[in-house]
């Protein structure tokens, strides 16, 4: 364990690998840092490590009390371990030592009431309080992540400038962090961020099964396109580690280590948290819904198995036809499908947000969001700007889809999209995401929807009333009594 002479200026506990790398990241910046953990080899592994990378201003301790009492005055202390419960035991073993004034930093994924409610109870022993959503995974921790600090605005003064060194630097645009806003919009936002990240996330994985399974394309191939659309309008962290995934042979064998990847896909909750947040706010977000649900289906692996063998046995083979497909055109369709699919999948996502934020109170800018969220986080994008530039011309924005832009590129695109879709289900190929982007797409553009017939339905079973397109009010019909006598 090392000793510092001088208080240090922060302190970071949790050293698990994101907490590690943003210590690490911040004692590079040039602020003076005391590292704390419940298991202490992970204190000692993170010292050897500043040591090993340049000698970094950074104190290892192995007991919260002198952990707390090395950090100056008022002080500053970020908590990097799993949501829940360990957040509340942390507080309760650091608080014992802080002294009014002082302040906690939750940067983990956490559910924004939680948050709230730490905010209060802290309020009341005279702490401060900030949820701060991370993004960017132990790279960006290491070397420049999105950050998006919610809660006291008191606290964030404290280290502002700390956050505008460590954070991703996106020339012309700046440090990606910002102010968020009151109570837990630090963490609404980082989960919003993380849903719109399962939509990203399942379109790319739906464009490389249709070039896979529809156009034949090798991983060498896939390589190659995911490369070269890495170069255009699809520029972004997901496309790049797309196209390296494909140029990595596997280790234990022969072929390419994708192949020999289980297709069983993990989470661990935001993206079911954002979902469950659109249904409780009345917000269509049925990219994001199609992609927690292909995770669902995809964690059913045995049952899939099984379900294949049924419908084989049952004469439903592989309906993957022999139709000749032009492989240029079927590559070029793809990406301009998987363009307009994600402009749906933002727009659900900056929809989600206003109206939490109108709900709560918390003004929050979406244009700045999308500024933040350029560089060091998952979701990066040069699409970005493009989306902070909309909200730019147009604040009350109503929908991504009808800003002049992004409209006339979905128009453009719309061809192709549509011919993705249909070659896909000809094919017998599932594409959750780009067909209910689409049909998102095809609902908001339409100015008359089938829903009269479902509101009639509700009046007639129920006597919900209805409104009429032409009288003013509301009105119930006895459906049942005239269908009655219609019959008689």
């Known amino acids: ?108 994924n956490e559910w924004y009431e939680n948050t709230e409610r730490r905010e209060k109870a802290m309020a009341e022993l005279g702490l401060l309080y900030l949820g701060m959503g991370v993004s960017g995974g132990e790279e960006g921790a290491r070397n420049g992540p999105s950050l998006m600090p919610g809660g006291s605005f008191e606290a964030f003064k404290y280290i502002e400038d700390i956050l505008l060194k460590v954070a991703a630097q996106v020339p012309d645009s700046g440090p990606c962090v910002t102010y968020i806003g009151k109570g837990g919009s630090g963490n609404f936002v980082k989960m919003i961020h993380n849903g719109i990240e399962y939509g990203d996330m399942q379109l790319i994985a739906e464009a490389y ?44 064998g022969e072929g390419y280590l994708v192949d020999k990847v289980l297709d069983k896909t ?38 899939r198995v099984e379900a294949a063998k049924v419908f084989k046995a049952g004469g439903f083979g592989d309906i993957l036809t022999d139709q000749v497909v032009d492989k240029k055109q079927l590559i070029d369709d793809v990406r301009q499908a998987l363009y307009a699919s994600k402009i749906c999948s933002y727009a659900q996502g900056m929809n989600l947000i206003r109206a939490k934020s109108i709900e709560k109170g918390w003004d929050l800018k ?83 929807l089938p829903a009269n017939l479902v509101q009639a339905q509700r009046d007639y079973f129920g006597a919900h009333t209805y409104e009429r397109v032409d009288v003013e009010g509301s009105f119930h019909t006895e459906w049942f009594k005239i269908a009655r006598q219609l019959k008689n």
């Open 1 to 108: 364990m090392a000793a510092t002479q001088e208080p240090t200026r922060i302190g970071l506990a949790g050293l698990a690998v994101m907490g590690q790398n943003l210590a690490l990241n911040i004692a590079e910046k040039g602020f003076p840092i005391s590292v704390y953990n419940r298991s202490t080899s992970k204190v000692d592994e993170t010292v050897k490590r500043a040591k090993k990378e340049g000698g970094l201003p950074l104190y290892g301790f192995h007991d919260p009390e002198s952990f707390v009492k090395s950090i100056q005055k008022p002080r500053v202390i970020i908590m990097l371990v799993k949501a829940g419960s360990p957040v509340d035991q942390t507080i309760k073993t650091l608080s014992a030592y802080l002294e009014k004034g002082d302040c906690i930093i939750d940067g983990g």
């Open 266 to 303: 993990g989470m661990k909750g935001t993206g079911k948290w954002t979902v469950q947040q659109a249904a409780d706010l009345s917000i269509a977000a049925p990219t994001i819904a199609s992609s927690l649900d292909a995770r669902f289906l995809s964690g059913l692996k045995e049952e």
């Open 209 to 252: 099964d249709v070039l896979k399974s529809v156009g034949k394309l090798s991983n060498e191939e896939l390589h190659s396109v995911f490369w070269e659309w890495n170069k255009g309008e699809l520029l972004s962290f997901l496309i790049e580690i797309t196209a390296d995934i494909f140029g990595i042979k596997d280790d234990k």
């Open 366 to 448: 979406l244009g700045e969001l999308a500024r933040i969220w350029k560089g060091g986080c998952i979701i990066r994008a040069v699409f970005l700007d493009r989306i902070k530039k909309a909200y730019d011309r147009n604040p009350d924005l109503a929908n991504l889809l009808v800003d002049p832009e992004f409209a006339k590129e979905i128009i453009e695109r719309q061809s192709a999209w549509r011919r993705v879709v249909c070659v896909a289900i000809n094919s017998g190929i599932s594409t959750p995401g780009m067909s209910s982007s689409l049909a998102y797409f095809d609902t908001y553009r339409r100015e008359r």
